[in-house]
């Protein structure tokens, strides 16, 4: 079945989706439903997003809601979370609140702030906004807006407008619904019901982000990072390509050290636009290249002034006054704009990309070089993963036969192919030895060159291992059909991945290029090989400390010499039976390359294939470059101190060097104070990234930041991006895993929490009564998200598998914003209970109707309910033992009316004629466009029958699980330290501040709850 559309049911008609419910949209029939409208003079094309449910509240359908499959919508599985076991602590304490504070009361004052766009309001009385303009928007007297017209201003004066003197006067309707103002006290008891709800405030903004685009420079926070949004570009980047954890800067170290919070930046350079967004603009200005700074080499971009009627060019990072070359000056108006402001995109727009001359050049560029390595040894072909892997090259360079030939009855040509023009492919397979494949178009077909000096691998093919897969279609087809039988006799059992690796960097020094490496053991044989380290006994915290990292020499300098080439490595690692694969040091070339780890944890065919193929085909297709440098700028009076990521960096304030980067890979940039910010200026910020297209063009790409400077930190606790914040922290705490303890990383994780929600309690909130715990308005979810983190297979405490563990960590050091959110919390929907508009095109809107998501509590599951979860990994379909059997026909298909008639290996659902088969297809195919790299198939996982509903009862990150307490319990211990911290009794050890967080965190560790009967 395709996810690339939305069936329609019966009886609901709608142009833009399948109006048949039994043939699903082939992959190029794309959802086009109409896009939110954007400001003026920009025009939208569709988008494929969701709309929660109007009226729906958090775990339920509302009183409309129809029970089709049975099931006590009131009733409960198991007790409420929270009800009995917390209640003993809550009691020790006296009453916890929780309250969302809307901040202390602020003198009455008519000072007029400079960066209006950064302040959030509540309008005293409600305006109509200009078209375009979302309501509660408010307009901003800035440089760029004004009833959705970009408009010049005076240079010299910051990019930012007049701010209401009533502090909330600006904040639009989407960050009201995130703000949290309610204040909820309980007595002896805390309610669940009551504590900040993460699917709440998602559901929330993906309904107001449903109808309303994001406009980068207006006076309001970014969405949340799980849901869709269409953004327009006014001279702000993005923030799918970049994030800031402060909207707003405190003036000096001293400030933002009040308030706990890290200062830096979540860049995403190559993240998906959505369908609507414009795409990026790439400029030429020839072999000139793109006007620069001399001083400080900060690219043009639109904070850039202009003086002496456009002679001079000042730098809005270091304010060096640049002479305007020939070929770029046009004159100013007299205000001091250019009068051909509008017509220069890099002047207009946040993010931009210029093609470079040669001085930028490390080589000359080409089109991408994908080389594809195959494991044929006794375990692949034994387990099926070499068809698999066959499969997943096939569709990521071709498309269905089917998809063929309705492009031939529609009287149009097929596209030429799903890779970029220019690039091309080359196939390798091993196992003791290497096997080259010449491919050339001429051939009959492929020819097989074997290396057998693993000593000194090199590349046996002169020509031919590099083709066109257009023109070589028939032979790469053929030899992709033959593989799987082809080394059926050999069975040599023990693979050489390293000098495979190194051939393949022999094979690619000259270009650079994208490795996509299928391993299906533990690579045992040859120069290289690898041992078991971890034999999963009993072990003391060191000892676990080097299985999470790797001193295997071979790998280590394999890995630096791929990043130098230009090269990056995606590893897809089969550990079949659960098997111990070093992922620590196998995918050490990934993480230094840029590259990812695609693990299938107990691998079997039947269930993995529709996932490893739909995976190899996303990581080919996806947009991707290679031979990379990143820099990151800043304003004066702040430094980068470390960053976050994949990639290598030599030395401190180095370039960073990344082998290929991708639409999915993510890094984060921390910043610190080098003097004070001008609070009459803006802080600015500039990632540039260098690299070469698919295609083979050598491009650099800008994003522009802005953010408002202001005295104290009152105002940029009002504008943190929590999302960032935690993705920030997610990262650095990655990053320890080499050197510290997990006990001392859970302990920062938990100190960091209490040192952020003591310093806002204590610096900027009002007067509260010491039983209530107060949250800012924008981290009201934050002590979830640490709570999930803490969770996390990385740094969770107990066993896990050292593999699981390095592939988690590494997940969350390199995954962007949405993908870490779903990571630590899950969306989970209740399909026993959708209404009949659930999952099809609202005929308001055209866009699709989402159900509401639950809390991931086993407190919000009934009796009798199928369930979707998904963390962005991948998709539990949980059934408990009492569900319909109506409700099975209806999903599975005729016959299938018990959970033991069911196929345990199903990835995805049938195609059938009925309404909920459609409805929950359809809600798969839009859970498949928001998320990160990782394919949305269906896992199975039927009460008290698969192995697989453990996982799910792990997911349920608001319970009892994972050697940790449930969210109830976690924010009683937190609001504990805190009270200690305000009456100057917390104690921290030496160093960090550890010992009394992980005896927080120990205290409930051995309580479980008893999820199954």
Not at 239 to 251: E, I, Q, V
Not at 282 to 298: K, M, S
Not at 521 to 542: A, E, H, N, Q, Y
Not at 579 to 587: E, F, K, L, S
């Amino acid at each position: 079945m395709s996810h690339h559309g939305a069936s329609q049911s019966p009886g609901l008609q709608h142009a833009a989706y399948n109006n048949n419910p039994g043939r699903p949209l082939s992959s190029h029939q794309h959802a086009r439903t109409p896009a939110a409208p954007s400001p003026a003079g920009y025009q939208q094309a569709g988008s494929f997003s969701g709309q929660s449910n109007p009226g729906a509240q958090d775990g339920q359908n509302g009183a409309a809601a129809q029970q089709q499959y049975g099931g006590d919508p009131n009733a409960s599985y198991f007790p409420t979370q929270g009800s009995d076991a917390s209640a003993g602590l809550v009691g020790q304490m006296g009453g916890l609140a929780i309250s969302g504070d809307s901040y202390a009361p602020q003198k009455a004052h008519k000072k007029k702030q400079r960066h209006a766009y950064h302040d959030l309001g509540q309008p005293s009385a409600p305006s109509q906004p200009p078209p375009g303009i979302a309501q509660g928007y408010g307009s901003s007297q800035g440089q760029f807006l004004n009833a959705g017209q970009l408009q010049p201003q005076a240079p010299g004066s910051p990019y930012m407008g007049q701010s209401s003197a009533q502090p909330m006067a600006h904040m639009s309707t989407a960050d009201r619904l995130r703000s949290g103002e309610e204040m909820v006290a309980t007595q002896g008891r805390v309610d669940p019901e009551q504590i900040p709800s993460i699917p709440r405030s998602r559901d929330a903004a993906a309904q107001y982000y449903l109808t309303q685009v994001y406009p980068t420079m207006e006076r309001h926070l970014p969405p949340p990072a799980a849901i869709p949004f269409i953004a327009h570009d006014q001279g702000n980047s993005s923030p799918k390509f970049a994030r800031l954890t402060l909207n707003k800067l405190p003036s000096t170290s001293e400030s933002l050290a009040s308030t706990a919070l890290p200062l830096g930046m979540v860049l995403q350079p190559l993240a998906p636009l959505q369908e609507g967004e414009q795409p990026i603009p790439v400029l030429d200005f020839g072999d000139a290249g793109p006007p620069r700074c001399r001083r400080c080499r900060t690219y043009i971009n639109p904070f850039m002034t202009f003086r002496s009627g456009g002679n001079k060019l000042v730098c809005n990072m270091c304010n060096f006054p640049n002479d305007v070359a020939p070929e770029y000056f046009a004159p100013t108006d007299p205000s001091g704009v250019r009068v051909d402001r509008h017509q220069r995109p890099e002047l207009m727009l946040g993010t931009c990309e210029f093609l470079v001359p040669k001085e930028y050049w490390a080589r000359e560029p080409v089109g991408l070089r994908w080389l594809f390595l195959i494991d044929v040894s006794q375990v692949s072909l034994q387990q099926k993963f070499v068809e698999s892997v066959c499969e997943g090259i096939r569709h990521a360079l071709y498309d269905d036969e089917s998809e063929e030939t309705s492009f031939v009855q529609n009287g149009t040509e097929p596209p030429a192919g799903r890779l970029s023009a220019g690039s091309k492919v080359g196939i390798v397979t091993y196992d003791k030895e290497v096997h080259f494949y010449n491919l050339s178009a001429s051939l009959d077909q492929a020819q097989m060159m074997v290396m057998t000096d693993l000593d000194e691998p090199f590349v046996p093919l002169s020509e031919g291992l590099f083709v066109d897969p257009q023109e070589s279609k028939p032979i790469i087809s053929s030899l992709l059909n033959q593989l799987p039988t082809l080394f059926s006799a050999a069975r040599a059992p023990e693979p050489a991945l390293l000098p495979t690796l190194n051939a393949a960097l022999a094979a690619l020094a000259s270009t650079g290029g994208k490795v996509l490496c299928a391993l299906s053991t533990l690579p045992t044989g040859g120069p290289g090989r690898l041992i078991v380290r971890d034999d999963s006994k009993g072990r003391d915290p060191d000892d676990e400390k080097k299985l999470l990292t790797t001193d295997h020499p071979g790998f280590k300098k394999t890995a630096s010499s791929m990043v130098s080439a230009g090269v990056g490595v995606d590893f897809f690692l089969a550990a079949t039976g659960g098997q111990y694969m070093d992922i620590a040091t196998i995918g050490h070339i990934s993480a230094l390359t840029g590259g990812e780890v695609f693990l299938y944890p107990n691998f079997y065919a039947p269930r993995d294939h529709v996932k490893l193929a739909n995976e190899i085909r996303h990581a080919a297709t996806r947009d991707t470059g290679y031979q990379a440098l990143m820099k990151v700028r800043c304003s004066n009076g702040l430094q980068v101190s470390s960053y976050h990521g994949n990639f290598l960096q030599h030395t401190f304030g180095a370039d960073l060097e990344i082998g290929t980067i991708d639409a999915d890979k993510a890094m984060a940039v921390v910043f610190s104070y080098d003097g004070k910010l001008d609070t009459k200026l803006d802080a600015h910020f500039q990632a540039a990234l260098l690299y070469t297209t698919a295609s083979g063009q050598r491009r650099v790409r800008c994003i522009n930041i802005v953010a408002g400077v202001m005295e104290g930190a009152m105002e940029s606790m009002r504008t943190v991006d929590q999302d960032a914040v935690v993705s920030i922290i997610a990262k650095e705490a990655s990053s320890k895993l080499a050197e510290r303890s997990l006990k001392d990383i859970r302990a920062g994780i938990t100190e960091k929490t209490i040192d952020i929600l003591a310093g806002y309690r204590k610096n900027f909130s009002g007067s509260h009564p010491p039983g209530q715990l107060v949250l800012p308005e924008n981290l009201k979810e934050f002590s979830m998200y640490m709570l999930g983190l803490i969770k996390s297979r990385a740094f969770k405490a107990g066993g896990e598998p050292t593999d699981r563990r390095v592939h988690s960590s590494r997940l969350l050091r390199s995954a962007g914003a949405t993908e870490t959110a779903l990571y630590l919390y899950p969306r989970i929907f209740a399909i026993h209970n959708l209404s009949p508009s659930d999952c099809f095109p609202s005929s308001d809107t055209s866009q699709l109707v989402l159900p509401p998501t639950l809390r991931a509590s086993f407190s919000r599951v009934e009796e009798g309910g199928a369930y979707l979860v998904d963390n962005g990994q991948g998709v539990i379909l949980w059934l408990h033992s009492q569900v319909s059997p109506n409700l099975l026909e209806d999903l599975f298909g005729p016959g299938k009316t018990s959970l033991q008639e069911l196929d345990p290996w199903l990835s995805e659902l049938p195609v059938l004629e009925t309404h909920l088969n459609a409805q929950v297809r359809n809600l798969m195919a839009y859970l498949s466009t928001v998320r990160g790299s990782k394919a949305a198939t269906i896992q199975m996982a039927r009460q008290g029958l698969d192995g697989s509903e453990f996982e799910f009862a792990r997911l349920l990150v608001e319970d009892r699980n994972n050697e940790a307490q449930s969210y109830v319990d976690w924010l009683v211990h937190v609001h504990r330290a805190i009270q200690l911290e305000l009456a100057g009794q917390r104690e921290k050890s030496a160093g960090d501040g550890d010992g009394g967080a992980e005896g927080i965190l120990s205290n409930l560790t051995g309580l479980k709850a008893p999820y199954w009967n």
